[in-house]
């Protein structure tokens, strides 16, 4: 259906994923806006256009087909049933969405029942409280759902919970367990998944790149020929470290990507059999 041989990307263009997915897009070499005003964003040079939505709109476009991928929250994918599929997650953004009510006074979803519930997510509600056969009512919102309750319009609430800061600072404290575990994902038409699309390949192989280089570092160390076994099952690498010989006689230099959570265990663990010249350096982008 597009009508352009560009490929067409829609992005948040506020809210809470706007920012980390600008950044994934720019550290994957596309062009992105430099002003909040901007609306599209034409990369002639690499045949994309990104098109600024709100992230509530961007399952729907894309569903309906008039883009070809989108970035959104799978809370916000599930909640509009617009026929888009997920097809990467792209590890930020995440939340819970949870069911929540004044503290001390709800236990148990068994409890629900012919309550009132505020959401700005009546889609997943309604599903959620279908499939687990609750008849309760739901009261459409379009944000800041937690005051529902201070206000008496609603018993209790279904809604993005990430630090519990806002709960906590309405009373409020969640019960039952998460209706969902959201992030930031990568959508495309769902009746176009199974269709290869080498500009989509391509898109996502730059953002698992960028995931990869954030999430390994570089190490470099040296280390006597006869130990070069050991250090290896420290830093066995993704495929195979790079061992090289070095100028000093029974001496090999080893590189390898380690990761990046574990940088100094590997590097002690490495001191401690000899190794020597450790060093870690940033990998700023990758393809492996
Ligand atoms: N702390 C958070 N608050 C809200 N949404 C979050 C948070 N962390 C992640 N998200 C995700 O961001 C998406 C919400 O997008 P939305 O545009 O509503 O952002 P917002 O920050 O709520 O902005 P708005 O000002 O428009 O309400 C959802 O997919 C949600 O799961
Ligand atoms: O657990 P926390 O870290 O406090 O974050 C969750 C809160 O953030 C979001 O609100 P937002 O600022 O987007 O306002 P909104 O409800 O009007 O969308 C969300 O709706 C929760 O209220
Ligand atoms: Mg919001």
Known sequence: MPTSDMLRVAMPNKGALAEASAQIMRESGYRVRRESKELVVVDAEQQVELFYLRPRDIAVYVGRGHLDVGITGRDLLLDSGAPATEVMQLGFGASTFRYAARTGQISSVDELDGKRIATSFAGLVGKDLADKGIDASVVHLDGAVETAVTLGVADVIADVVETGTTLRNAGLEVFGDPILHSEAVLIRPQDRVAEPDAAVEVLIRRLQGVQTASRYVMMDYDIRVELVEQACALTPGLESPTVSPLHREG??????????????????????????????????????
């Open 251 to 288: 001496y090999v230099a080893v590189r390898s990507m380690v990761p990046r959570s574990s940088t100094n265990a590997v590097m002690d663990r490495l001191y401690e059999i000899g190794a020597r010249a450790i060093l870690v350096t940033e990998i700023a982008a990758c393809r492996l």
